[in-house]
């Protein structure tokens, strides 16, 4: 059974940083893509990010591209995403989930993905 669980959100200023942390099993993380989607009040769902488990391939939406950075931790069993230079139009619920691949259309493929976490808040104001 896949478990996903999200941390690390929080209130920041913009242009600060903020890292967000989906932990999973180590086998979880072997087998199965884990994507990084946010969704805002009034918004659809979209994706930010997603690194494949068979292979370690990264895909990024334009929207995080140059912003936010990806990445396994094999330590703390966990895929994380570093977001840098936080905008007034990042804040949402960030959730993690997995699917079996990553899309190349990271912003739109979301449907495919389960075991999706409760989810965590990123708030960016001064």
């Known amino acids: 059974q896949v478990q996903l669980v999200e941390s690390g959100g929080g209130l920041v200023e913009p242009g600060r940083s903020l890292k967000l942390s989906c932990a999973a099993s180590?086998?979880?993380?072997?087998?199965?893509?884990i994507g990084w989607f946010r969704q805002a009040p009034g918004k659809e769902r979209e994706g930010v990010a997603c690194i494949n488990g068979f292979d370690g391939k990264i895909y990024y939406a334009d929207s995080a591209k140059g912003r936010f950075t990806i990445s396994r931790d094999n330590v703390e069993n966990a895929v994380n995403l570093q977001m840098d230079r936080l905008k007034p139009e990042d804040p949402a619920v960030y959730y993690c989930a997995a699917d079996i691949h990553c899309y190349v259309n990271v912003a739109t493929e979301t449907t495919g993905f389960r075991a999706w976490g409760q989810g965590t808040q990123v708030t960016v104001s001064s």
């Open positions: 180590k086998s979880t993380l072997d087998y199965y893509a």
